[in-house]
């Protein structure tokens, strides 16, 4: 240990590496970026193509299986999802852990690539890229009581200044439509200047144009020719000449010509009032706070320029919410830091405490800039990890300096007993450091959205333990030999005494008693394993929330009218059940449903989003999670309640449903009958409610079998037909223009249609390729039937997922899905060919399970590697981890004070206590090893446990201090991690009172057997050589 002895002898190094390190992570700490959560990639590869005017079944049939069959050989692949609905296809590629996303994406690409050709010719080019999960940073909503165009043309303006500050990403806007040149065509005047769609379409694409035309010369001058054409305004589309057999029409002549906007697609209120919203992403290493404060000087900036009457609104603003949770969590570390320092205080003289406690910062400063170094950002998640360490990264200069002080005190010269007293401890001082890299390493190895969110934690803390290792052997050893003095009895804390008298009296009690003893800790053991196995468990628990959203889908024929009267009848239940100075803001999308859980967002007059904001948990007492539990019981018993109301509100990182059931099979109408039997038997299950099905029959389809040999005959085909009646719905885009700064749509469209669009579509005429008129009956076959309103496919099989939620008092989502599963189970040998599977929270929750256990039984070993290296013994370490088990009971303890169901943070808290609560126990027997060498084993015993009696103590209430402000964290973000601590915290607490008597009580019984089998041994040995003797 060459560094102790450098350290030691050059005082002024060591004061400036400290100096350096602090600096440095402070000056780091200014600079790197802060968001709430961190961002994280996944292996998900996305394939999206829009194929606009298709039906779902099309989409299906002609673009979703063929890109699927030709990507399906790829080994890379681990999962295929897609949906197919109306004029769009998403294919979701689910990869194996460790592959590249990027790579796998160029892979995929050239696959669609081959494939283009059998594609249909409409489609829009695919578009395949890897997935990255966005986290919205603020919403912003400009309304108010003005003309809608008026509104309109200020949140534009709004909209191109938010777009040019710095950091801002991806912006989706909401209750805003696209303009439009209608064309709108007279089909009577179309038949009379024997014209067609078509025809009226070349007129004006070749009207339109805006080309470059290559480059002339002149002398010494070049000259770029440009070709201009572009339209731009009503009356110049009027006056585009049609060619007919009579001359020339203007396009006057046979339709008129308004500049509107898209078919509205989405609506936006905020507050009850009609709204254009804004949800805006940050890009992806930008600052989320310094981005906000943009935004928001952009906005005061624009509010003076806004006619009366419109108003902005700031809603779901992250950096507020990271700012304050950011604040909290660092008064939970200074309250921390304050419990150490004060636990510190109370068992070492003031000088012992100061330089201990220096480590703190040292180990905090020097992690920052691991973090700067590997790319950590600092958010919640970090910043919990950096709390959670807080007493244990002073264990190893807890175990250092007292062993000093010890030196010290007796007689010996500080700069020696520094050296010695260091070297004493390094090795186990550098095992419990390794034991606790080894408890969080595997947590690394945690795949998908969560394991990736939690991994953070167990990195931050693997640097801060690096850092306060090399502190504990390169910075402290100087100030140890520097400021360390001897300590009188008076200066010595009596009280400390006393208690090591009593914990020594009880010890050669337990010693005596030590069969008796172990047989009362056993038993208390499995009657808490016991207790243990019939908690309930959940992946996180929620006990209040700042905000939730309300996922509304009505009857499927419904239009956005209809919609919107149900979202403003829960704005009004909301309003009416909410006290005012809970309810901040809400905010409703009408036609966009952003909560469907399969990367998708779904679309379509039906549907809606309601997010529903409430002040700070500071600004108020009530519990915003029992008030959305209020809302909803209103809105389920209302008489105008929609087909489904999912209320949700999530804590943590994105999760699945709690029930989420996937019904794969090939026919829809089967799929549909288990789906409703599946509905129908979770309805009975208490606790369970907002009950769906994704499998929906969608608006009346009118399919088109067209004649192609008739057609042929007539110089038609499909794509003229469909064009045809594509006019006579949405329209047909002629060309593209600019309206201002935006693009815009010229689209030919017949004048309104009567009702009956059978009867319409069947006498609806023509023309042929020699000039004459045919209905498009006497060439289509026209027929209604029922269409699926998006086709869901996992593992290139249809499927039918039925989800659910869960109320957390009744039950748990693993019961749920338990029961579920047995129905299913019955119920599908019924139905040959049919199967299902857990997706959701349930799948969520299995994944990142399998991969704890394995990562639990990855630290058991390297644990026992460690150890046994360190004892040379292959059994003295079962000796030590032997308290693991006995420290669950702590675990169990603090969860069931929590009242609250065991969670997946409480998993891996649990975890992590592996490696922290050996620690002690290999100090102490590393120390009894060493006394044994001289001493009988009781009493090499008895001085090993009064030795090491109070750093045992100090260590464990310093990391039991540095956790104690996690551990009732009840509200924020954070929330879901505060089990973590407790399990950390609570199991390391009575892990300790546990090993200071079983560790002892262990290390006699096995020397009892080892004596045993020696004596037995001996006394066979010594039969057999009498017998010998006697047979000679």
Known sequence: MNLIGFSIRNPVFSNLLMVGVIISGFLIYLSLPLETFPSVGLEIVTVRTSYQGATAEDVERLVTIPIEEEISDLSAIDKVRSVSSEGSSVIVIELRPGEDPVKIAQDVESRVSQVRSRLPEGIEEPIVKEFEPNFPLINVSIGGTVDPLILRAEALKLRDKIRLVKGVGSLTTSGMSDPVFWVEIDPLKLRQHNLSIGEVKEAIEGRNIDLPAGKMRQGEFEYLIRTKGKLRSENEILSIPLPTGNG??????IATVRIGTEKEVTRSRINGRPAVSFLINKQKNAHAVE???????????????????????????????????????????????????????????????????????????????????????????????????????????????????????????????????????????????????????????????????????????????????????????????????PVTKNQSRKWVIALRATYMKALVFVLRKRYAAMTVMFAVLFVSLAVAARMPVVIFYLRDTMEYIVRVRMPAQSNLDYTESSVKHIEEITRSETPPHVLKNILSVVGVDSGGGDDVTTTGDHVATIFVEYEDFEKRSENGKEIMNKVRGRVAHSVAAPEVADFVAEVGPPVGKPVNVRIMGGDSRVLEEISMRLERFLADVPGVYGISSDLIWGKSEVNLNVDEKKASELGLNTTKIAREVRALGDGVDAALTRVGKEEASIRLKYRSPPADVVSLLN??????????????????????????????????????????????????????????????????????????????????????????????????????????????????????????????????????LRAEPFTLPAIIGTIALMGVVVNDSLVLMDFINRRRRNMKRIFAVAVAAKYRFRPIIITSLTTFGGLSSLMYQTRGETSFLAPMAIALGFGLLFGTVILLFIVPVLYILLDDAKSFIVTRVSASSALRAARRFAGR
């Open 248 to 253: 020339q029409v203007p396009v006057s002549s």
């Open 291 to 485: 981005t906000v404060k943009r935004i928001h000087k952009e906005i005061d900036a624009a509010r003076g320029e806004f006619p009366e009457g419109i108003e902005v609104f700031i809603t779901n603003d992250k950096s507020v919410v990271a700012q304050k949770r950011f604040s909290t969590m660092l008064k939970s570390g200074s309250i921390g830091l304050v419990l150490v320092l004060v636990v510190l205080a109370l068992f070492l003289n003031p000088r012992a405490a100061a330089i201990t406690a220096a480590g703190i910062p040292i180990s905090f400063f020097g992690a920052l800039v691991l973090m700067k170094m590997f790319g950590i950002t600092l958010n919640l998640i970090s910043m919990f990890g950096m709390v959670l360490v807080i007493g244990i990264v002073v264990d190893d200069a807890v175990v250092v300096v007292e062993n000093v002080q010890r030196y010290v005190t007796s007689g010996m010269k500080a700069s020696k007993a520094a050296l010695i007293g260091t070297r004493e401890v390094a090795v186990p001082v550098m095992a419990t450091v390794l034991t606790n890299l080894a408890a969080f390493l595997p947590l690394l190895i945690a795949g998908g959205l969560i394991g990736k969110f939690l991994s953070i934690i167990p990195q931050v803390a693997i640097l801060a333990l690096l850092v306060s290792l090399i502190e504990a052997f390169v910075i402290m050893p100087s100030h140890c030999a520097e400021f360390l003095k």
């Open 763 to 896: 006498t609806h005429q023509i023309k042929t390729a020699q000039g004459g008129r045919i209905t498009l009956g006497s060439v289509a076959d026209i027929e209604v039937q029922p269409a699926l309103l998006d086709i869901r496919r996992v593992n290139y099989r249809r499927t039918a997922t039925v989800t659910a939620e869960v109320d957390q008092a009744i039950t748990t989502s693993n019961r749920a899905n338990s029961e579920a599963g047995k129905f299913l189970s019955g119920l599908l040998g019924d139905y040959p060919g049919y199967s299902f599977e857990f997706g959701g929270e349930e799948e969520d929750f299995a994944a990142a399970l399998q991969d704890i256990v394995r990562a639990s039984i990855i630290a058991f070993m390297l644990i026992y590697i460690v150890l046994a290296s360190i004892l040379n013994s292959y059994s003295q370490p079962f000796i030590i981890m032997s308290v693991m088990p006995f420290a669950l009971i702590g675990v169990l303890f603090g969860v069931l």
